[in-house]
Nanobody, 124 residues
Framework: VQLQASGGGLVQSGGSLRLSCVAS????????AGWFRQAPGKEREFVCG????????ECTDAVKGRFTISRENSRNTAYLQMDSLNSEDTAMYYC??????????????????WGQGTQVTVSS
């Protein structure tokens, strides 16, 4: 499956963005979807994951209550709604998909397919 992420940009602290990840090439419902981020000089970290049917989600503590992951399988798209953004959220955001993993799996190595990344910059 090929993934195309979009929706990043420059936003002021306290603002919101919605990232989208469009999948093509394979049946999107076969895959768990996830969002990761990577800031300069840091390792890629798990943000949120969602089960194939969208019923179950998991997010890292740093974004709980502020970020929401969802998916619309009829559109082959996963979303990351990001609210109350702060400077620590500044990073390149990547969407990912994998078949043989649990939606709460936080390891980047568990995901087989990756999008190209979309930059999120939060100004204070």
């Amino acid at each position: 499956v090929q993934l195309q992420a979009s929706g990043g940009g420059l936003v002021q602290s306290g603002g919101s963005l919605r990232l989208s990840c469009v999948a093509s090439g394979r049946n999107f419902t076969d895959y768990v979807a996830g969002w990761f981020r990577q800031a300069p000089g840091k390792e890629r970290e798990f943000v949120c994951g969602i089960s194939w049917n969208g019923r179950f989600t998991e997010c890292t503590d740093a974004v709980k209550g502020r970020f929401t992951i969802s998916r619309e399988n009829s559109r082959n798209t996963a979303y990351l709604q990001m609210d109350s953004l702060n400077s620590e959220d500044t990073a390149m955001y990547y969407c990912a998909a994998g078949k043989l993993l649990h939606y709460s799996d936080r390891r980047p190595s568990s995901y087989e397919h990756w999008g190209q990344g979309t930059q999120v910059t939060v100004s204070s």
